[in-house]
């Protein structure tokens, strides 16, 4: 009996002493937030990383070689290491030391990070289990099951365990993925495997520009790349603005990664280009922004419909950018032509005051303003491209404050050179006069004026006018205006003769003639005129409510109610609602209702609703509700509604026309109705027995009764 006890210690201490201490796996595990949630409490040592060791020895495990700042025993199989994130290697030792486990030396091969976990994964081992060797198996995708000869490995890809050497049948499946099957040979090192799985699906990936829309098996999708096709056919229908749509049929087998690239034809017009200069670079640019460049004259070039702009350039020239509709089969041809560069006049202004002041260039026509003048500036020179003559203005505050007539010829390029100077008044809004002319501002004023003396007359409120040259020694100096007290006149006035008060607020009864103020705020009744007369430099002003006999006249502005039994003038704007027994004239713009027996006339714009017997008319703009027993008409543009008994003349119009005779020498875009309608080019509609466009370019009819159409 004691034979047989001695035999089996023999036996148990060799089993013992036979163990063996190996290194499964290490790796970092981000999911572990044990070193943020319980950092080490000494202030000097909150640099640590953790290592966690997992293992199955009966016993705890300990480190050597390295200092410890914490430990924490989480199970008796799991163990976490506070150690300096600055550490290369450690020494594993696991209890009791009498069963003689051999101890391992393990280098990190990455640098540890503070606060980060890192898992070491242990196993001891009898002397017979040592015999298996270490296996790596890996996946891509990972997170698979693998079982050998039919026995599932505890986890999921990618693992590390030991096994006997041998062949043997594996598996591996994963969800979404077509199950593999093979066998592995387990040698006696170099174990390491990885499989690549093949997915239930197919992987299509579409490639066309981003301004397409997609439909994929009739459905809109956004996302273009990685789309999971199950095995089988699939449609794919394109469509984009200015192209024709594209369908497309394919098949997609399990696994395939199908890289679909596609293209859209666009839908073309023809252009012929015919620049002048001859050879000048010519740039068009389409809705996308693309740009197509050609040099020189270019004849019925196939190119995609749609909106564009065409720039043209050439040293010595200047182009303005045009922009221009090429529609669906339509062939255009374009006449670009380039100005000199050559023809210009010369401004200089003082730098301080460039970013202050605005500077407008208008063409003049028949000694009139005409339209803004679009010009190219390079330093001080101020490109015009023809020879003509010209209107500057020079603005502050979007308020003119300098104007000068200028004649470019040919022998002429003048040179201008401005002083600006500026006024400062802290405590009241003054108003300026240059030239005759005044503007009100705030505190501070610029003056702009041509030499280095100039008048200035200056009318405050409740101070007297002031007017005195005004000299400036230094370049950009700084003159204060000192004004003295004035006075006003206000409540109820009735008189037989002009009273020459200054200004005048509340209800005057003059019976013959009206009071000559610059500024009258308040009421008026008149036998014979009402208003103010501008007897002060062409400065009246007239707020209220007015009624004359025989007019109405403002010498500036009239704003409120006028009503004249003959006439309504203004020699600047006119705005509210005025009635004229014969005409309304004003000499800039009427703005609201205004009704006149024979005309109604504004030498710049109309804007709001006109009505009059005979003729409603301005030299620039018509914009809203116009009607005239014989003529409706602008020499620029008419905007909104026209009516008229005989004839109607622009040269554009945009909106609805009503006359027996309809003139546009321009562009048309709206309805045009009458016996006869007229059009240099049609984007609308023409209804009437004669129906006319100059050349029949863009699509219309040159000429064509009842109703002619093309938008």
């Known amino acids: 009996m004691k034979k047989i006890l001695i035999l089996l210690l023999l036996c148990h201490v060799l089993y013992m002493a036979g163990g063996i201490l190996k290194l499964i796996s290490f790796e970092q595990d981000v999911t572990d937030m044990r070193g943020m949630l319980y950092p080490v409490e000494k202030e000097d040592h909150d640099h640590c990383a953790l290592l966690r060791i997992e293992h199955n020895h009966s016993g705890e495990v300990f480190l050597e070689g390295v ?104 598996r591996i499946t994963r969800e979404d993925y077509l199950e593999f099957t093979g066998t592995v040979n387990i040698k006696s090192k170099d174990n390491v495997f990885e499989y690549q799985l093949k997915p239930v699906y197919g992987t299509l990936n579409i490639f066309i520009n981003e301004h397409a829309t997609v439909y994929l098996n009739g459905k809109l999708i956004t996302q273009l790349k990685n789309i999971h096709l199950d095995p089988g056919e699939f449609s794919v229908h394109v469509e984009q603005r200015l192209h024709f749509d594209r369908d497309i049929t394919s098949t997609i087998e399990t696994g395939d990664d199908y890289p679909l690239p596609i293209e859209l034809d666009p839908i073309c017009g023809l252009i012929s280009i ?6 000048a670079e010519l740039i068009f640019t389409d809705e996308l922004g693309k740009q197509t460049s050609f040099t020189g004259e270019i004849t019925k070039q196939e190119m995609m ?63 009139r303003r005409g339209s803004m003048y679009h010009f190219e500036r390079n330093g001080n020179k101020y490109i015009v491209g023809e020879y003509a003559t010209y209107l ?15 004649e470019v010829s040919e022998n002429q390029l003048p040179h201008l050179s401005i002083n600006c100077r500026q006024y400062n008044n802290p405590t009241e809004k003054c108003r300026l006069y240059v030239d005759g002319d005044y503007r009100e501002t705030g505190c501070e004023t610029i003056l702009v004026t041509e030499d280095h003396e100039t008048t200035a007359k200056v009318k405050l409120p409740r101070y007297l006018d002031m007017k005195q040259k005004v000299s400036f020694p230094e370049k950009d100096s700084i003159y204060t205006l000192k004004l003295g007290k004035d006075y006003f006149k206000w409540g109820f006035g009735l008189g037989l003769i002009p009273d020459k008060t200054r200004k005048f607020l509340g209800i005057k009864l003059p019976i013959i003639y009206s009071s000559e103020y610059y500024k009258m705020t308040g009421i008026e009744f008149n036998v014979f005129r009402a208003g103010n007369y501008a007897s002060l ?12 006999g025989l007019c109405v ?106 006359s027996p005779i309809n003139i546009t020498k321009g562009s048309m875009s709206g309805v045009q109705l009458g016996l006869v309608n007229f059009a240099g080019e049609l984007h609308g509609v023409q209804i009437g027995l004669f129906n006319l466009v100059s ?17």
Request: proline share 3%; net charge negative; with cysteine.
């Open 274 to 279: 015919k620049p002048e200069p001859a050879d």
């Open 305 to 367: 419909i749609g909106n564009y702009t065409l720039e043209a350039n050439k040293e010595g020239y200047y182009f303005k950018d045009e922009e221009f509709y090429l529609g669906e089969g339509e062939s255009l041809t374009l006449l670009p032509k380039l100005k000199s560069a050559k023809v210009f006049f010369s401004l200089d202004i003082p730098s301080a005051f460039k970013e202050k002041l605005t500077v407008h260039v208008y063409r003049m026509k028949k000694n």
């Open 537 to 548: 430099e062409g400065s009246g002003t007239f707020t209220g409510i007015a009624a004359g």
């Open 695 to 711: 050349d029949g370019e863009g699509g219309a009819v040159p000429l064509l009764p009842i109703v002619n159409i093309y938008f």
């Open 67 to 170: 200092k410890v700042y914490k430990k924490l025993i989480e199970s008796p199989s799991c163990t976490y290491f506070y150690i300096s994130h600055t550490e290369k290697s450690i020494i594993i030792n696991a209890e009791p030391i009498e069963e003689d486990y051999k101890s391992i030396k393990y280098h990190f091969p990455q640098s540890l990070k503070r606060n980060d976990v890192y898992v070491l994964k242990l196993a001891v081992f009898t002397d017979s289990e040592d015999k298996k060797k270490l296996v790596q198996i890996n996946t891509i995708p990972q997170e698979a099951e693998v079982w050998l000869n039919d026995e599932k490995l505890d986890g999921r890809t990618p693992f590390n365990f030991y096994h006997d050497v041998g062949n043997y049948k594996i």
């Open 553 to 658: 006249f403002g010498g500036r502005d009239i704003n409120g109610i006028a009503l004249g039994g003959a006439f309504v003038k203004s020699t600047r704007d006119l705005n509210g609602i005025s009635v004229g027994g014969v005409f309304n004239q004003v000499g800039r713009d009427i703005n609201g209702i205004t009704l006149g027996g024979l005309f109604v006339n504004a030498d710049h714009d109309i804007n709001g609703f006109s009505l009059a017997v005979g003729v409603t008319a301005s030299k620039n703009n018509t914009n809203g509700f116009a009607i005239g027993g014989l003529v409706v008409g602008a020499e620029n543009k008419l905007s909104g509604i026209g009516i008229s008994g005989l004839f109607k003349s622009s040269k554009d119009c945009s909106g609805f026309v009503i």
């Open 392 to 406: 500057l203005t020079i603005c502050h505050n979007e308020q003119e404050i300098f104007e000068k007539k200028i």
